[in-house]
T-cell receptor, first 113, second 113 residues
Framework: DGGITQSPKYLFRKEGQNVTLSCEQN?????MYWYRQDPGQGLRLIYY???????QKGDIAEGYSVSREKKESFPLTVTSAQKNPTAFYLC????????????FGPGTRLLVL | LAKTTQPISMDSYEGQEVNITCSHN???????ITWYQQFPSQGPRFIIQ???TKVTNEVASLFIPADRKSSTLSLPRVSLSDTAVYYC??????????????FGTGTRLLVSP
């Protein structure tokens, strides 16, 4: 997990509700990422941010939104427009000074009531 | 991005050496090969990364032939706790800018007593 925290560990969403997943890192990494993982599948990129106040859509951004107001934080909001939000959500970060790989947080499991 | 192909599953016994081979025929000159390990309901954990020949750390070895079209992750003397999914990824190891990791479905390793 290495300095990346995600909360909560489990999150329940009601129909029509927006929910926000937290991701914080104390690694001084510039880049942060959000992935979604469905059962038995690999990870798919939702959004990424290379620097504060900037972020870009990944492969499956529809129904999600993010913000990057601080270097340490990259929260993900799952909006009501995301019709199939049940999944395991993973946040990662990556440095840019000889730190070539991404390091992942422990994940948040989102369930729909 | 180079596509990777790896076995869906492998079985082993405690104490044996396990070799997981990954095929990446379209690997580019600047691409590095990275392996992650993932336990259920946890974030992927970085294992090892290499460019060519052999890389070894305290956890595993990575063998890369001269043509770099494949790579083999070697886990010495596996234990029950090595039961996990192992992902092989290929990507540009730039120190700045966006790094995209493309996760396949990985190899499910089951270690039995």
């Amino acid at each position: 997990d290495g300095g990346i925290t995600q909360s909560p560990k489990y999150l329940f969403r009601k129909e029509g509700q927006n929910v926000t997943l937290s991701c914080e890192q104390n690694l001084n990494h510039d880049a942060m990422y959000w992935y979604r993982q469905d059962p038995g599948q690999g990870l798919r990129l939702i959004y990424y941010s290379q620097i504060v106040n900037d972020f870009q859509k990944g492969d499956i951004a529809e129904g999600y939104s993010v913000s990057r107001e601080k270097k340490e934080s990259f929260p993900l909001t799952v909006t009501s427009a995301q019709k199939n939000p049940t999944a395991f959500y993973l946040c990662a970060s990556r440095g840019t000074l000889g730190q070539e790989t991404q390091y992942f947080g422990p994940g948040t499991r989102l369930l729909v009531l | 991005l180079a596509k990777t192909t790896q076995p869906i599953s492998m079985d082993s016994y405690e104490g044996q050496e396990v070799n997981i081979t990954c095929s990446h025929n379209n690997i580019a000159t600047n691409d590095y090969i990275t392996w992650y390990q993932q336990f259920p309901s946890q974030g992927p954990r970085f294992i090892i990364q290499g460019y060519k020949t052999k890389v070894t750390n305290e956890v595993a070895s990575l063998f890369i032939p001269a043509d770099r079209k494949s790579s083999t992750l070697s886990l010495p003397r596996v234990s029950l706790s090595d039961t996990a999914v192992y992902y092989c990824l290929v990507g540009d190891r730039k120190n700045t800018g966006f790094q995209k990791l493309v996760f396949g479905t990985g190899t499910r390793l089951l270690v039995s007593p």
